[in-house]
């Protein structure tokens, strides 16, 4: 129906007869339009503070932007929509306290912060302190779980750095060193001042953070073997994939065989760089695919494992070595296999007796 003056007016009498008026909208305006322009984003200007000092602008807006795509936050930084002091930078400018730091409107994924800070009251995330390896005042080492994410994004509400800081609401800062796949589990290492989190990530930088897999492999994995190929990330039937490739970055493996079974091989796997999905790509490159792995592996194989009692990906970081930030002593921190995953190694070694 046009609106018109006259049926405008019988529209607005109708509402004063029901007693509606104050919820009648506007003529031009739907209610969808209007809760949309209610909880649209707007500029926002954040002063940095000691816990950021010295960190690179790109790092910190993927922090503050919460699930927005890195294309999108890079593109905000070449077009000037990012302003630090009223000024552009680039994307390597670090930060110093009392810096301004303008972020342009953008949607960010939904915040389910109360949620989980709820959680913690509730006592329901003091599980977290059974997966404490190592904790001083400078750094901390957990035991992630399988099926769990290291952080909010890509459909997850909430993830381990986000339940670790509800349940440590009184700790100025936990940050990743580092992420394991959501599948993973072992050994985290989390950050607790700007200083830790910049000495530890040189580490890495420089190949010193020595990260030590266990994996169960298809077939007799008969010998120590390097892989040496390029990663890159694709797409393929629209999800997030990564391949080798000439063109992609460089990613070098080592696995070592530690034990055979009738079917597999339990190997332990050395990250000599640290790519996406590394071991699981490099895995099926040697042709020994991990077992659990319905992104890369053989499906044949996952189900035939499914009769062992496996219900996840075959892969847990076993072992961290690094140098204290402080000490600059050396580091390792253990986690132990977890017993869903020993579990399949004793009824492996009994079929293969």
Known sequence: MRLTPRNTFVIIAIKLLYGNLLSFPHPMSTPAQSNRSAN???VRHVEVDETRDGQRLDNFLLAVLKGVPKSRIYRCLRKGEVRVNRGRVGPDYRLQVGDMVRIPPIRTAPDATPHVKSAARAGSLDWLANRVLYEDEHLMVLDKPAGMAVHAGSGVAAGLIEALRAWRPQAPMLELVHR???ATSGCLLIAKSRTTLTHL?????????AKHYLALVQGRFRHTRTISANLERRRRDGERMVGTTEEGKEAVTRFHPRRQYRLATLVEIELLTGRTHQARVHAVHAGHPIAGDDKYGDREFNRTLRAFGLRRLFLHAARLEFRHPERIDKMTAE???PLELSDVLN???????
């Open 40 to 42: 649209a984003p707007s």
């Open 180 to 182: 394991l796949d959501r």
């Open 201 to 209: 990530h040189a580490q890495l930088r420089r190949g010193e953070v």
């Open 335 to 337: 986690a132990p296999l």
């Open 347 to 353: 009824k492996l070694h009994a079929d293969s007796a």
